[in-house]
């Protein structure tokens, strides 16, 4: 197996489904973060995302869940913050501070195709400040030093 030398983090974003990519992406995987929005349908598709990561460590043992992101988050939405509420009771520290706020910067960045740390906007800046937060919790993540991390079959 060939290991990827000099990355401090690969990041695999596949679809939000339970689908073959997404399997093989999370088979390739040491740790997996579910993305969410904070909806009614929000604990739902955790779990089924969850449910996945749990299927494919039967043949991937080094496969953990590294945490939920919230995403697109109104702070003034009393739907969101209840919704996020009920991922915090029923995941604990599993869901990730801070969550990524819903900023019209996003989209704006996206049509200008560029990243949303070179749009300049507050809501760009808040939405890049959360990231690089939810990176710097990534990167802190123990490496795994197993067989395969040293290049070796078991």
Known sequence: MAELVGYDLVVVDSPPSTGGLTRN???????????????????????????AVDAVRSDNLRLQP?????????ATSTEHRFRLDELR?????????PAVPDRTAIQQAEG?????????????????????????????LPVDQGPLRKGKLS
Not at 120 to 127: L, T
Request: aromatic content about 6%; some cysteine; glycine content about 6%.
């Open 25 to 51: 992406a999370l088979a390739a995987s040491h740790y997996a973060v579910v993305v969410t929005e904070p909806s009614l349908f929000a604990l739902r598709g955790t779990a089924a995302a969850l449910d």
């Open 66 to 74: 590294a945490g939920i992101v919230v995403n697109k988050l109104r």
């Open 89 to 97: 009771q029923e995941y604990g520290s599993l869901v990730l501070d």
């Open 112 to 140: 200008a195709c560029v990243p949303v740390q070179a749009w300049r906007s507050q809501g760009a800046r808040d939405v890049g400040e959360a990231m690089d937060d939810l990176l710097d919790q990534l990167l802190r």
